[in-house]
């Protein structure tokens, strides 16, 4: 009996032992450090690492208590079992906690030269694969360390950043609502695709110009079109300096560098007059979600709410 009890205890040490919390998507986030340094402002976080048993090569520690007070991130309030983990040899009272939030606002980050900082929504569904991604030990494993379909906000608002990708997924898997990139002043390549439940895009003070605006709307309100996208051209042309400025802040459209008596006419898409006023601070609730045309005398904005 004494033999049968020690023997049932082992079981459950080793139980324990291979039981844990871990994050899942610390791969993304071991790139986008790797594609900005210290700039203006703070030095950039460094990640946990441990030492694989197995290999003996340094490797990222996904463990949660190593990652729950590293900054910039925020968790699931709860941890979980992936699906692709359920009933596997890794469900064995292991948990997980997905990244919620990505906050690096105001860091005075630079963009490494050379680098595309990207957040992509992998698939995890086996079908599309023909092999094992290279550098990962199973399919399993590359989703364990790209998954984002947790992920909600994005925050890089006040860096030095210059080329972002930020894709969904092919299932369009990433709940992805808030993103804010203004004050990036050399952000110049953006591509935000297949981001089904964004709500707001911030792109004031960045560096895109009004024709690459024109397809990063495009490709936003494809997926997503009652998304407010947020921009104002970073630098004006010479021959435009005194059109005017129009904004969208909150559920109201600012305008500025106009005449007081110049009329501002807003239409919908489909060209009917929605508003005609001379304010200067326009109250657009009336309007509801979508893509609207702003003219005031010869000039002419699209803008979303």
Do not use: H
């Amino acid at each position: 009996m004494k033999k049968i009890f020690i023997f049932f205890m082992a079981l459950m040490v080793c139980s324990v032992t291979y039981a844990g919390n871990y994050v899942l998507g610390v791969n993304q986030i071991d790139r986008f450090l790797k594609a900005i340094e210290k700039g203006t402002g703070d030095d950039v976080p460094t990640l946990p690492m441990t030492t694989d048993a197995g290999t003996g090569q340094l490797t990222i520690n996904t463990d949660y208590d190593q990652w729950k007070n590293l900054p910039g991130l925020s968790f699931t309030a709860e941890s979980f079992v992936p699906t692709y983990y359920a009933g596997t040899s890794a469900d064995n009272g292991s948990k997980w906690y997905g990244i919620t939030g990505i906050n690096y606002a105001n860091k005075g980050y630079n963009q490494i030269a050379g680098t595309q900082i990207q957040f992509v929504q992998i698939s995890t569904v086996s079908f599309d694969y023909s092999a094992t991604p290279e550098g990962y030990s199973s399919l399993e494993n590359y989703w364990d360390r790209n998954d984002l379909s947790w992920l909600e906000t994005i925050d890089l608002s006040g860096n030095n950043l210059n080329d972002i990708v930020i894709d969904g997924g092919p299932y369009n898997t990433m709940p992805l609502k808030t993103v804010n990139l203004s004050n990036n002043p050399n952000l110049t390549s953006l591509s935000i695709v297949r981001c089904t439940q964004l709500e707001t895009v911030d792109l004031t003070g960045s560096g895109i110009t009004p024709e690459a605006f024109e397809k990063i709307e495009a490709d936003i309100l494809a997926s997503s079109p009652s998304a407010n996208i947020i921009y104002t051209p970073n630098a004006v042309k010479t021959i435009e300096a005194n059109n005017p400025i129009v904004t969208v802040q909150g559920k109201n459209i600012v305008i500025k560098n106009k005449n007081i008596n110049d009329l501002v006419f807003i239409f919908d898409v489909s060209g009917r007059k929605m508003i005609e006023t001379s304010d200067n601070l326009i109250n657009a609730s009336s309007l509801g979600k979508g893509v609207f045309v702003v003219k005031i005398n010869n000039f002419v904005r699209k803008i979303g709410l």
